[in-house]
């Protein structure tokens, strides 16, 4: 490989392409391998694996208010001129928020709906429906449902989250190691020390917070005098034991700048010097299987190229992307000058004069380390231009928590549990990309994705005219839109039922006997437009359905409600029965599509999308939750 050498002024992008490049030939590992860790212990840490709930929340069907569990059917015609009294202990029960409903009761009265009028008689005056102010099980978790994405960074919420789900440790990936090595011979580490010959070495400092505030784990080495074999002698020892190493200082052309020449005796030096200002004298090499960065010495040229080379790798270790700025339109208050060939970063102050975003630049200077803490943002200023007129509007980027809007991707549509396990391969194949799943139904999601609420819709409806899948829907609620559909999967609905089938559900006509309880999906979905064309079919009056006012939104909640003995079938998808350990009673055969807009369509993230989809890993994943045919993903099925 050709060496970039000091004097070329590598642009900014091309030099950290060359250089992870050459990071990958080397064999460095993007991500890092996993461990464990107890999910008490877990935050901030990036999840190794896509992770699924053990066990649902609640786990039991509970109460949501305090009041008295009742039968539902013995409050009916309850009013003010009608009040029902019910004996405690035979017709009621008192129970608190979040106490089990006792068997034989299926809703709750709130206390204030009721009074004592003898010792254990109550009183109401309104009815209440079957299994109203009760919660079911798996309200907020589902057992066996995503709870957390893989490479997903821990927050406060997702540790709750992981405890409720059933886990007391987690799967995490290591954290990378950072050696950082300070040299300088005018440099010192006490502030009690300095004076008019030396100075406070605080760049080394900063490193090791910044590394540990994205997810690294730091090791600072003593301070190390301008001597070479000094600073050899650490460098080779950090190599031994870092995932990646950083001397600061040394990096120019000074007859005490060693940096460069002892990376290239233990590795290649892929990069020295960048066209970027402040950070102009960096040093980018590889050693083994070590990445190995050599940043300039004065504080904020330290600092920006850090965060332009050095946050990104660790990043990569983690399996994460790199971050991106907010970003905000705003008006400068003076006149910015640049040098042709570099990249200029300018800090900013920014602040709403009128109607109008002002940007005020500040101090400048590679070793003007205040001007980063009394910034709010910073101003790129292109390396091909020569600076911004006085009230020119340009782009200032934000300091704020990493996000990046382009790389979200909102799925929206039906549930699946495949869509979750297709984010996870995603996210693998490219850390920038994620895949938000909004369950609403199929028919919303094709409402989303017409007014552009949404990129890619999830549907499976079945036409009741012609039996079959999603395109009459598609060119209904998209009239007028470009749009493009693609299989996703086949997969097999039927009857779930709790395990051993004790009722002996053989088909749809038995849910209208008088000993069956159901659970139905919620209007507008798949699964609920089917299920009404089934009984439909038969001639069969929804009211004969106990159960059928019952609504829950995924199909891993219909197989949680049989599991626990809430319902007694409802109808889903073999994949959701297997994983709550339900029994299986099959029905149809359907067509799950991904519906989205043309040019969305011919984009870089639907095309990684598709290659996620015909990739045989992916494929197996699915089909082996049982009852998914994938053979057909990823082909175009119609396109307007």
């Not at 749009?483 to 038995?510: C, M, W």
């Amino acid at each position: 490989m050709e060496r970039d050498v000091y004097l070329r002024n590598v642009e900014l992008n091309k030099a950290f392409s060359l250089w992870i490049d050459a990071c990958i030939q080397a064999g460095v590992s993007f991500p890092l391998e996993s461990e464990e860790v107890k999910v008490s212990d877990s935050l901030s840490r990036v999840t190794a694996d896509e992770i699924f709930a053990k066990m649902s929340s609640p786990p039991f069907v509970s109460s949501a208010m305090d009041g008295i569990a009742v039968k539902s059917d013995m409050t009916k015609g309850a009013s003010e001129s009608n009040p029902i009294r019910l004996k405690v202990g035979r017709d009621a029960v008192f129970v608190d928020t979040g106490d089990p409903i006792p068997a034989g009761f299926d809703a709750v009265v709130m206390i204030e709906d009721l009074s004592r009028v003898g010792e254990d008689i109550l009183e109401i005056i309104k009815p209440v429906y079957p299994w109203e102010n009760i919660r079911p099980v798996g309200e907020d978790i589902v057992q066996t449902e995503l709870v957390l994405p893989a490479f997903h960074v821990i927050r406060p919420p997702d540790i709750g989250a992981l405890l409720n789900a059933g886990y007391a440790t987690v799967r995490v990936v290591r954290k990378p190691v950072v050696s950082i090595i300070p040299t300088g011979t005018e440099l010192v580490d006490d502030p009690a020390d300095a004076d008019d010959e030396k100075v406070v070495e605080s760049n080394s400092r900063v490193l090791s917070s910044m590394v540990s505030s994205w997810g690294g784990s730091p090791i600072r080495f003593d301070l190390i005098p301008d001597d070479e074999r000094v600073i050899e002698s650490s460098f080779i020892k950090a190599l031994e034991n870092s995932d990646m190493v950083i001397i600061n200082g040394g990096t120019s052309a000074g007859s005490e700048d060693f940096t460069a020449e002892i990376i290239s005796r233990y590795g290649s030096i892929i990069v020295h010097g960048v066209g970027m200002r402040p950070g102009k004298p960096v040093v980018l090499g590889v050693c083994g299987r070590v990445p190995v960065v050599g940043l300039p010495g004065f504080p904020l040229a330290n600092f920006r190229a850090a965060e332009q080379f050095v946050i990104p790798v660790v990043r990569n270790f983690l399996g994460l992307g790199s971050p991106s700025a907010r970003k905000v339109e705003a008006f400068l208050a003076r006149k910015v000058f640049s040098s042709i060939g570099f990249e200029e970063f300018v800090q900013v102050k920014i602040g709403k004069v009128g109607q109008r975003i002002i940007a005020l630049p500040l101090k400048r200077g590679s070793g003007v380390l205040m001007s980063l803490v009394r910034s709010d943002g910073v101003l790129r200023i292109p390396a091909g231009i020569e600076g911004y007129e006085k009230g020119r509007k340009v782009t200032v980027d934000i300091y704020e928590p990493d996000f990046d809007i382009d790389g979200n991707i909102l799925t929206v549509g039906s549930h699946d549990v495949s869509i979750d396990i297709l984010a996870s391969f995603l996210s693998r194949k490219n850390p920038r990309l994620r895949l938000a799943s909004v369950n609403v139904g199929s028919i919303a999601g094709l409402l989303a994705v017409k007014n552009r609420e949404g990129h890619i819709a999830g549907v499976h409806l079945i036409d009741p005219e012609t039996g079959k899948y999603n395109l009459s829907y598609v060119r209904r609620y998209l009239h007028g839109e470009k749009y493009a559909v693609f299989r996703f999967a086949s997969r097999t609905q039927g009857l779930i039922v709790k395990k051993g089938n004790p009722k002996n559900i053989k088909s749809i006509e038995d849910l209208t006997r008088s000993d069956l309880l159901f659970v139905n999906r919620q209007k507008g979905s798949g699964t609920r437009i089917l299920f009404d064309l089934l009984i439909g079919s038969r001639g069969i009056d929804p009211s004969l359905v106990s159960g059928y006012e019952s609504e829950v939104p995924t199909h891993t909640m219909v197989a949680a409600a049989v599991a626990r003995g809430s319902a007694d079938a409802g109808l889903g998808i073999l994949a959701a029965a297997r994983s709550l350990g339900c029994d299986f009673v099959p029905i149809s055969e359907e067509k799950f599509d991904l519906v989205t807009l043309k040019d969305f369509a011919e984009g870089e993230s639907f095309s990684a999308i598709i290659e996620v989809l015909k990739d045989p890993e992916f494929r197996k994943r699915v089909e082996s939750l049982g009852g998914y045919d994938l053979s057909e993903a990823g082909e175009l099925v119609l396109t307007e």
